[in-house]
């Protein structure tokens, strides 16, 4: 069983950074693969970013590559999503969620665990 927090949202001007968090707990998250999502209001919830366990496998959807950043702290338990240069179209809830098997997977039904979200917004 993982349980995920996140934290670090918050409302910021165009061009601007965040840096979300994702804390888990369970002694076997070294093993996961975590993933961030985002679900703009009326919109389907998408992939964002994904991390293996070992942080040396990343992916990154087209519309954040080059701009986003994952990256995990086994020692910590904390996945982490730096966000620069902000656009209106990033705003929404950030999720991160946790795939057991350890895979590079975009497709959210197969992340088992998920987090309750963080909001971001960003002004024009």
């Known amino acids: 069983q993982v349980q995920l927090a996140e934290s670090g949202g918050g409302l910021v001007q165009t061009g601007g950074s965040l840096r979300l968090s994702c804390a888990a707990s369970?002694?076997?998250?070294?093993?996961?693969?975590m993933g961030w999502f985002r679900q703009a209001p009326g919109k389907e919830r998408e992939f964002v970013a994904v991390?293996?366990?070992?942080?040396?496998?990343?992916d990154y959807a087209d519309s954040v590559k080059g701009r986003f950043t994952i990256s995990r702290d086994n020692a910590k338990n904390t996945v982490y999503l730096q966000m620069n240069s902000l656009k209106p179209d990033d705003t929404a809830v950030y999720y991160c969620?946790?795939?057991?098997?350890?895979?590079?997977?975009?497709?959210?039904?197969?992340?088992?665990?998920w987090g309750q979200g963080t909001q971001v917004t960003v002004s024009s």
């Open positions: 369970g002694r076997t998250f070294r093993s996961y693969s």
């Open positions: 969620a946790a795939d057991p098997w350890g895979r590079l997977e975009r497709m959210r039904s197969n992340y088992i665990y």
């Open positions: 991390i293996r366990w070992s942080g040396g496998s990343t």
